[in-house]
């Protein structure tokens, strides 16, 4: 009898443990920074944000059941294209004691390691962090830093211009549009374009610009007289797709983008990974370690899908007619 008291008792102290425990973590309310380089703030803030990678973020956050004003406090923060302020962005979140950062680009991850070397950091778009000192390797980061790298090789740079050949048969002069904060042209990727270029037969014409300031750029693509308009994959890119994007239409521009949020704002195609996909599995990330994963142990993820997305509303509207084998191999044809 007395057996059978003391071992109900200890059942009785397990389960009330469990439930406390499960009340405990149910009453956890965490800390997630969230850094953009050159979106503004404004375009990230609220339950469905204007910025496309910061919606899915969110959505998928929630998804997990990370519900801001319940458990979750997500400190939305952006450089607004000056990187020296990366710096004091992680700073200020290390000292808002943030369980988890969330960093885009080599040179924010970068930043982000020197600042702290316990604050988990997710990279929810990287380059080559192994390249950079970033991560010790892919399969295995070490330290504090895990998460996303868009790189798979200076190659696909090559292939979106293949692609925008394929499109525009008889193109020849291509100006080259790119970040002159990140030196894109001497990167890598530039080398492997111009090579790309060369072997296809086409000019490229480079015209840099600095975040969130286009107008001597717009000016020098406008005497430049080009077939047509290869914007790279930089974040002010992204950031200001729009603006971009007009300025294709009035000069009348084929343009070609790494992303397909372009592409739905009316540029011509984009060659490259689904940002939203991207941001989605970041989130993921960051639940694995919110539920006590080490980011050392998490291997860093390479993409495994591109997409291909063609607007043919606005290459009707550019009198373009665009191969029926190259829209065939298209993940997604805009009409309308």
Do not use: C
């Given at each position: 009898?007395?057996?059978?008291?003391?071992?109900?008792?200890?059942?009785?102290?397990?389960?009330?443990?469990?439930?406390a425990a499960k009340a405990q973590q149910a009453g956890?309310?965490?800390?997630?920074?969230?850094?953009?380089?050159?979106?503004?703030?404004?375009?990230?803030?609220?339950?469905?944000?204007?910025?496309?990678?910061?919606?899915?973020?969110?959505?998928?956050?929630?998804?997990?059941?990370?519900?801001?004003?319940?458990?979750?406090?997500?400190?939305?923060?952006?450089?607004?294209?000056r990187y020296e302020r990366f710096g004091d962005i992680?700073?200020?979140?290390?000292?808002?004691?943030?369980?988890?950062?969330?960093?885009?680009?080599?040179?924010?991850?970068?930043?982000?390691?020197?600042?702290t070397t316990t604050v988990p950091i997710v990279m929810?778009?990287?380059?080559?962090?192994?390249?950079?000192?970033?991560?010790?390797?892919?399969?295995?980061?070490?330290?504090?830093?895990?998460?996303?790298?868009?790189?798979?090789?200076?190659?696909?740079?090559?292939?979106?211009?293949?692609?925008?050949?394929?499109?525009?048969?008889?193109?020849?002069?291509?100006?080259?549009?790119?970040?002159?904060?990140?030196?894109?042209?001497?990167?890598?990727?530039?080398?492997?374009?111009?090579?790309?270029?060369?072997?296809?037969?086409?000019?490229?014409?480079?015209?840099?610009?600095?975040?969130?300031?286009?107008?001597?750029?717009?000016?020098?693509?406008?005497?430049?007289?080009?077939?047509?308009?290869?914007?790279?994959?930089?974040?002010?890119?992204?950031?200001?797709?729009?603006?971009?994007?007009?300025?294709?239409?009035?000069?009348?521009?084929?343009?070609?983008?790494?992303?397909?949020?372009?592409?739905?704002?009316?540029?011509?195609?984009?060659?490259?990974?689904?940002?939203?996909?991207?941001?989605?599995?970041?989130?993921?990330?960051?639940?694995?370690?919110?539920?006590?994963?080490?980011?050392?142990?998490?291997?860093?993820?390479?993409?495994?899908?591109?997409?291909?997305?063609?607007?043919?509303?606005?290459?009707?509207?550019?009198?373009?007619?665009?191969?029926?084998?190259?829209?065939?191999?298209?993940?997604?044809?805009?009409?309308?």
């Amino acid at each position: 009898m007395h057996r059978r008291v003391f071992l109900f008792g200890i059942a009785l102290g397990l389960a009330t443990w469990s439930l406390a425990a499960k009340a405990q973590q149910a009453g956890k309310v965490y800390r997630v920074g969230l850094i953009f380089t050159t979106s503004p703030v404004s375009e990230m803030a609220g339950p469905e944000p204007v910025n496309p990678a910061a919606r899915v973020f969110v959505r998928s956050l929630r998804g997990l059941g990370y519900v801001e004003g319940q458990n979750l406090i997500l400190e939305r923060r952006s450089a607004e294209g000056r990187y020296e302020r990366f710096g004091d962005i992680v700073a200020e979140l290390v000292r808002l004691k943030a369980d988890v950062i969330v960093t885009v680009g080599d040179s924010m991850a970068r930043v982000a390691k020197a600042v702290t070397t316990t604050v988990p950091i997710v990279m929810a778009v990287s380059g080559d962090p192994v390249g950079a000192g970033v991560v010790r390797s892919l399969a295995q980061p070490g330290g504090n830093i895990t998460g996303l790298t868009l790189f798979v090789g200076p190659e696909i740079a090559a292939k979106r211009l293949e692609l925008l050949r394929d499109a525009l048969p008889g193109v020849s002069r291509i100006v080259w549009f790119g970040s002159k904060e990140i030196k894109e042209w001497e990167s890598p990727f530039g080398e492997n374009l111009r090579r790309a270029a060369r072997a296809l037969g086409v000019t490229l014409l480079p015209v840099e610009y600095m975040p969130h300031q286009y107008t001597e750029a717009f000016t020098l693509i406008s005497r430049a007289r080009a077939d047509a308009l290869y914007v790279t994959e930089a974040a002010g890119a992204f950031a200001d797709r729009a603006l971009i994007v007009d300025f294709a239409t009035r000069a009348r521009l084929p343009s070609t983008f790494h992303f397909r949020e372009a592409v739905e704002l009316g540029g011509l195609m984009s060659y490259g990974v689904n940002f939203a996909d991207v941001y989605r599995r970041a989130a993921g990330y960051v639940d694995k370690i919110l539920k006590g994963a080490n980011p050392g142990d998490l291997p860093v993820e390479q993409p495994t899908k591109f997409e291909l997305v063609i607007n043919l509303k606005t290459a009707k509207a550019l009198g373009i007619t665009v191969p029926q084998s190259l829209l065939l191999r298209a993940d997604e044809v805009i009409q309308a």
